[in-house]
């Protein structure tokens, strides 16, 4: 007889009493950690935090994940943006379990202290219990809630994680979101999976340079989406390279690397597929699955490095600057986004900011946190003479003042403790040939701000530790959000640097700002394949868009999208009924009432259902209609 589900608080007691608790009342995940747990003889009660990690060697360890953590900044910023809001933070932790990075709401930051949910902490099974940072270590993937934790000092908490690994599956790192246990929903979960899933498309990118690219999918309109199956191949179509999503897509594992043949899985050699489909998509079928298969061409670019090894920007040489520079292009747009043009900027903005980057003038963007400017500097990249070369973002904000020195010069090997070995480069040269866009630079220390000044009069960085100073031929892109001329004012940007960067100040304009924000949002959908999937914004949540005020800006807007897309099943119709309650809540009273009205038809009048569905009373709902 099947034994009955008990409540997780009962399941705890028992099991910590000795008695056999059942997966029907504990997920077995967590049910399998806290044997684990037990059997490394954890109290549940009775636990010392070890102490933090001193902050030099924190250094070391951030240095050691500094590789993939650069590439993986974008999604990054983006999962904190899309939680910021609920209440929740951001939490990166390396290999080892060290939290390396937090960022969240200010209202969380204290609890999360409180528990030790921060830089320099281990966060391991083996010495934090049950905890989604330390089970996605040993899982891949974790989400614990409340009591689940193990050690009764975490059931405040509730977190979700994946771990990251590389196209040749070695673990680099876990991402987290982590939250009060009723705030902490699926979508949170989704959010992690979709940041973790585009950090690891760019490490694929990354890690597979020069080697055939078999991409699959069920669904041909996938294959150009982070969504897809990658696979990797060398001219041996030996395969070397794997996401995942083609892993877990053909029911492999990372044991097929260097084992695996082209021909053993398409059944025809390398050779053969090329000559017969070329980079047209073609069916493959594997177990039984019917899949769409596109071989992509080989990418030009360096080859695979070495893990220990860092990544260098492309090359820049005497053949490659020799060459006649191409005509100005229209603006590749950043992947899954649709082009500048298309989000409501006005006309001519970044043909006057390519003008200006081609005359070797910086180019100084204003604007809203969220308006957009990391993906208006993609775009002028592409579309300028360098776009084969280098575009090196530095976000003087997010390093810690005590790093972003050495980020930007480099250092020379023993220049200081933790130091590598073979020193570094330094951002500045990384971008040497291309363009440097130093995003936040109202944040820069002053103490920096007469170097940067000095390397973009004379053209020479001079790393730390000494060593003779190496001329750069770079382009600088600098943002802000900041009022630079009240800064200067203030006494906390120098006045020179100010007047050396501002020479034609850019203005990028809020989203409330730039017309109808309902088709800017259908724009967004449309880019983010909405129309290949059948879904389509209903006019109440277009109303709801023009009304609401969007303090995020296109950041915002963007991430909310996607969210929705990740969420909603193919061929719905939108509507208010699917944002989350705090975002209905917080609307114009305009908007929500649109909402309410929503509901109620979708509903056939019934006030009870249509509560329900908008998550909220029917009280409250019969308050936004203005009854009694």
């Not at 509507?575 to 209905?584: G, S």
Request: aromatic fraction near 4%; charge should be neutral; include cysteine.
């Amino acid at each position: 007889m099947t034994p009955p589900s008990l409540p997780l608080a009962e399941a705890r007691r028992r099991f910590l009493d000795g008695d056999d608790v059942s997966v029907r009342s504990v997920p077995e995940p967590i049910l399998h950690s806290w044997r684990r747990c037990q059997g490394l003889g954890l109290d549940v009660g009775r636990w010392r935090p070890p102490s933090r990690l001193a902050e030099a060697e924190l250094t070391t360890r951030r240095e050691e994940s500094a590789d993939w953590l650069q590439l993986a900044r974008p999604a990054i910023d983006a999962l904190f943006d899309g939680v910021l809001d609920d209440g929740h933070v951001v939490i990166v932790a390396d290999r080892g379990g060290l939290i390396l990075e937090r960022m969240g709401h200010p209202d969380f930051l204290d609890r999360a202290e409180r528990v030790a949910l921060a830089p320099g902490m281990d966060w391991r099974e083996d010495v934090r219990g049950t905890n989604a940072i330390g089970t996605a270590l040993v899982l891949g993937a974790a989400t614990v809630r409340g009591a689940e934790h193990f050690l009764e000092r975490n059931r405040q908490l509730s977190c979700t994680a994946q771990a990251v690994h590389d196209a040749q599956g070695r673990l680099l790192g876990v991402i987290d979101v982590s939250g009060q246990p009723r705030r902490l929903h699926d979508a949170h979960r989704l959010q992690v999976e979709a940041a973790v899933r585009r950090i690891e498309h760019g490490l694929f990118d990354r890690d597979a340079a020069r080697l055939h690219e078999l991409r699959l999918a069920a669904d041909p309109a996938l294959l150009a989406t982070p969504r897809c199956g990658r696979l990797g191949f060398d001219d041996d179509g030996v395969l070397r390279a794997a996401s995942r999503t083609a892993l877990a897509t053909l029911g492999l594992d990372w044991t097929a690397l260097g084992r695996l043949r082209f021909a053993q899985l398409c059944g025809q050699s390398l050779e053969h597929w090329l000559s017969r489909h070329g980079i047209h998509v073609a069916s493959l079928r594997h177990g039984g699955e019917l899949f769409s298969a596109q071989l992509l061409p080989v990418r030009a670019g360096p080859d695979p490095l070495p893990r220990e090894a860092a990544h260098p920007a492309p090359p820049h040489t005497a053949a490659a600057t020799a060459t006649r520079p191409e005509p100005p292009r229209r603006p590749a747009a950043a992947p899954g986004a649709p082009a500048v043009a298309d989000v409501g900027l006005p006309a001519g903005l970044l043909d006057t900011a390519r003008r200006l980057l081609e005359a070797d003038i910086p180019v100084l963007l204003l604007g809203e946190t969220g308006v957009g400017k990391e993906r208006f500097v993609q775009a002028l990249h592409a579309a300028g003479s360098r776009h084969r070369q280098a575009l090196v973002a530095v976000n003087c904000a997010a390093i810690p003042e005590g790093l972003i020195e050495s980020e930007l010069f480099g250092y020379e090997e023993g220049a200081f403790t933790g130091a590598r070995r073979q020193g570094s480069k330094g951002r500045l040269r990384e971008a040497d040939g291309g363009v440097l866009f130093l995003d936040e630079i109202g944040d820069m220390p002053a103490s920096l701000q007469a170097r940067l000044l000095r390397v973009l009069q004379e053209r020479v960085v001079q790393p730390l530790g000494g060593g003779a100073g190496q001329r750069v031929d770079v382009r600088i892109v600098a943002a802000t959000h900041r009022d630079l001329a009240q800064e200067v004012a203030a006494g906390r940007f120098r006045a020179d640097l100010y007047y050396r960067l501002g020479h034609y100040p850019l203005c990028l304009p809020p989203l409330r700002e730039r017309g109808d924000v309902a088709q800017i949002a259908a724009a967004l959908l449309a880019a983010h394949g909405a129309a290949r999937r059948g879904i389509t914004l209903s006019p109440a949540l277009a109303a709801f868009i023009r009304r609401y005020p969007w303090p995020g800006n296109l950041r915002q807007l963007d991430n909310l999208l996607r969210t929705l897309l990740a969420l909603v099943d193919d061929g719905t119709l939108l509507t208010p009924e699917h944002l989350p309650a705090t975002l209905r809540d917080a609307a114009p009273s305009a908007a929500r009432d649109d909402a309410v009205h929503a509901a109620l038809a979708r509903h056939g009048g019934n006030a009870s259902a249509a509560a329900r569905a908008l998550g909220i009373s029917r009280s409250t709902l019969y308050r936004r209609l203005g009854r009694s």
